[in-house]
């Protein structure tokens, strides 16, 4: 008789643990026990059931146990709880929840893939039955059917992540025409995105139609409301939560094994927890981050792969690399898509992690290329060393191609000099000579160099405000078409003969559409002496894009004459 | 006065220089010497406006000689050919080819980006009007009114490379109607490409309606019709020769400058010539390859632009990192991209690098999605170090993605063990939860490290063909819709029970689909005590793509009942 590993949690790790296992060794008996009525479906898809991307939720499980079993001897146990790990002697104990019978099963390795649980508020009304979270298909089910039964109109969802961003699109993207509210306790959605960035996100929501409501947080959950702790109230016939998840650590916890500092189950580099008969992977545990040096919970499919393979190779004695985590992430909301890696402003700063950052808006592709359009990318590096160490970026072309590369630099440790030098696919379809992430990398050289100085649009109101000297060194028509309130049109192409109407006793900001002009008029002005000049990063674009969301939900002064997004 | 920098070729090159050294020097004086009528006009987007893509040939011209003199004080002289260097006295000699007329100009630093010609045989008929070859605006003008004209029906287009094949699909995107002939010499298109991966372009241009002439050269061009080697002819009213380039080094060749062994200008590593006043870029220089370690020639925008910053830097005396170049490309073809970068196997065997292979064909993103489509990817190691030198993709999905990311890994001088770790960004409309390129990476390490043996698909027609030992694992249904003709099916659901049924004594070939499933079977087979058990890479969708032209051109056997392509 082979080797006995059984495997709690039956979705993304534990099925790929058992599968794995299954190829290293034929003879092992492999169980694998899931709470739920599934294994082996898809989470990351389930919002799209919402819109009908994805009709029949039943295309959502990807395999049943009758597969596992057939196709790869595995016995996958549905309906089926652990409820008790007795370690000493090797067994589980499980609750078959259709019958409620309770048994024992012996293992020879175990391993925990029991994922992370919603979070729900200690609020009133939180248990109505129109309040849903949504972590499986049968939950993504009931939610459907509510919404679709005709008794819903307005639909509140609380918490702007991943999930609450997905679940409110699709919702949106339904054919049944909901009112759909975003509710997010913070002042932006998506954290993997800094504020600035996220800007961009929130303008896409609020285009689409969907009210989004930051810096508040739900009070009390009524029959057809919901009260937000400022006193608002949103109407809402049916309410989301996605605030966030837990790891699932009971089963863990109650066994005696040891819990990491950031509430994950702790494990070595080989998954192993502090029994070294028990595994564990995935939402439930803490990673090792690789730019931060510490510990970190990540509930992202892509490292739980790598983990679950990672933890049967070392059953079975293959030994791995553990790189530690990154951090990337994508999302497609509505037109754009966003994508993320390594760290952010506030990772870093919290990190302690000494950065700069630079933003620019270049061509996603070709200028003369149909679908053309701007693409906002955002990259940090460390100081003084120029490593690489996060990205950021935003657009209706290919955000994620470009996010993945600098992932692959930051695995690699790579610096500014590597992503200046590298040698990428370029045709006009697909991208420039000079690709967006070269260009980045030539930018942010220029900062770390010193070769000029720059200040980020999160402080131009305070400049247009303190009515700071402000040149838009864009063509006469482009700054007639919206420019800053009180900027002074120098076009590039009259700047040379125009040099005397600039001031070099006070501090002189520039820009232009994207800062490719302003960069080469700071250059000249440089040159001929102008010493406390300044481009502003991001220039008009990134402006309008900053301000926008701001704009519509406040009643402050606008500071641009009419907004240009492209 | 400042210095004067005199430049030969005001395209990307030339263009680049030019704005670089008026960003490190106000006050330079450059000049640029364009021989044809345009500077800076887009090269690469020039075969767009034959589809009308790109409708007004107007627009592929970036910038004009006033826009040049107006934002970055750089003079650019249009039809004025450069004819003489006097080294010696540093002077040019200048040929204004609208009147004829020759003057002379001082230079205190030269640089030479005169590009590469198109290569026109000697052959008859050549210099007859209806002979086309694109290099520039008023190329791609002339040939654009020429056919528009209502007398053209038929156009044969000569060479399979980048121009060519683009050259061909926007021919045969224009709403005129025309029949495109395109005739390549070797057996295959797109040199980028190894024969496997091109066989897949083949079909693309097939199924679009281009009739593809391989293995065949052109020997006379006639007023309607051209003749090939073979004897065939091919109705055709206008012939757009487009068999390869051939970089100007006429001027650097009389001046005494040193030519390199592959026919190129030579430069050191800051691109200065054999005279140090003098620096070259672009298409019209040799440079180093980062994986063969020995000199090559790359008509490429990317690498074109960094050597001309680099050559300005270099003036100022900023220095600048030469990595070398491994040569990143990509094309659209109809509804494929495909993108390609490093050594491919005629290169890599070339270089007497030794290497192994592998072929998949993952999703390129989550099955449930709309727009799922195969993705084609070949990746290429070094034996036995498992470095990464080469890969190739093709889909409808984002194969520059994937190629830009093992890109990015070349330069970073990755392995497999790297690429298997990389943490991409990964949401089901983007990529799987395992990205094509993290398991390009897990099989290309299982074929390093001898965990199962494999034939690629170039070999299957001969295992047909000797009635070899072919177990296709796929579900019933599948091999009931098309099939190996002698293979025999046992479903990997069935796989355990009906295993008597396969041969301990003789070499079996396994595949299903897309190697997944015969990937588990094999692995099941070893443990069972299979030894002399193969998988076949690329599997039943690889074969068939392999297959699927040869089929369509050659009146051989079929060694499939029925195609799969999806």
Do not use: W
């Not at 950052?357 to 693409?375: C, E, Q, R």
């Amino acid at each position: 008789m082979g080797r006995r590993i059984l495997i709690v949690g039956g979705v993304a790790g534990g099925a790929s643990v058992a599968a794995r296992a299954r190829r290293l060794d034929e003879f092992a008996e492999i169980i694998m026990f899931e709470k739920g009525p599934h294994v082996s479906f898809s989470n990351c898809c389930l919002p799209n059931h919402l819109s009908g991307m994805i009709e029949n939720s039943e295309k959502l499980v990807l395999m049943n146990p009758t597969q596992f079993k057939k196709q790869y001897n595995i016995e996958a146990r549905v309906n089926s709880e652990v409820i008790k790990i007795h370690r000493e002697e090797k067994t589980i104990e499980v609750k078959d929840l259709k019958t409620g019978e309770k048994y024992k099963e012996t293992y020879d390795v175990l391993v925990l893939s029991p994922g992370a649980s919603p979070i729900v508020p200690p609020i009133e009304g939180v248990d109505l039955p129109h309040v849903f979270t949504i972590r499986n298909v049968v939950d993504i089910d009931r939610l459907n059917r509510y919404i679709q039964s005709g008794k819903v109109k307005d639909i509140a969802v609380i918490g702007g992540g991943f999930i609450g961003v997905e679940v409110a699109e699709n919702l949106k993207l339904s054919d049944a025409g909901f009112n759909v509210t975003l509710v997010e306790a913070l002042d932006q959605i998506m954290s993997p995105f800094d504020y600035d960035m996220a800007q961009i996100l929130h303008k896409e929501m609020m285009d689409h139609g969907v009210d989004l409501i930051l810096g508040d947080g739900v009070a009390k959950v009524k029959e057809d409301h919901i009260e937000l702790v400022s006193g608002k109230k949103v109407q809402a016939q049916a309410v989301v939560m996605a605030i966030g998840v837990r790891p699932e650590t009971k089963l863990a916890e109650e066994s005696g094994l040891a819990i990491g500092e950031t509430g994950g189950i702790l494990v070595d580099h080989n998954y192993q927890t502090s029994d070294r008969n028990i595994y564990a992977v995935g939402d439930a545990i803490e990673v090792y981050h690789k730019l931060t040096h510490s510990k970190t919970r990540l509930a992202l499919a892509g490292p739980a792969q790598r983990q679950a393979r990672a933890a049967a190779d070392h059953m079975y004695r293959i030994p791995h690399r553990n790189t530690g985590v990154i951090g990337s992430s994508c999302v497609k909301i509505f037109d754009i898509n966003a994508a993320s890696t390594g760290l952010n402003e506030k990772t870093a700063k919290k990190a302690g992690i000494q950065y700069d950052f630079i933003y620019i808006i270049p061509g996603d592709k070709v200028g003369l290329m149909p679908g053309n359009s701007p693409l906002h990318l955002k990259l940090l590096f460390e100081v003084p060393t120029g490593k690489i160490i996060g990205a950021q970026a935003i657009g209706k072309g290919d955000a994620v191609k470009r996010i993945d590369v600098i992932a692959t630099m930051i695995m690699m440790d790579g610096t500014l000099e590597d992503l200046k030098e590298l040698e990428l696919c370029y045709a006009p379809a697909f991208s420039t000579a000079k690709d967006p992430v070269n260009h980045a990398a030539l930018v942010a050289l220029n900062i770390l160099n010193g070769v000029y100085k720059q200040v980020p649009v999160s402080k131009v109101r305070e400049l247009v405000e303190k009515n700071a000297f402000i040149v838009d060194v864009r063509e006469r028509a482009e700054y007639e078409a919206g420019h800053l309130r009180n900027a002074i049109n120098i076009p590039l192409s009259e700047l040379r003969e125009r040099v005397d109407e600039i001031p070099k006793d006070i501090p002189v900001y520039l820009h232009c559409r994207s800062s490719q002009r302003s960069y080469n008029a700071l250059m000249a002005l440089q040159h001929m002496g102008f010493e406390n000049i300044y481009n502003i990063s991001g220039s008009y674009l990134g402006i309008c894009c900053y301000e926008y969301f701001n704009d519509q939900v406040t009643d402050r002064e606008k500071i641009v004459t009419e907004y240009n997004f492209n």
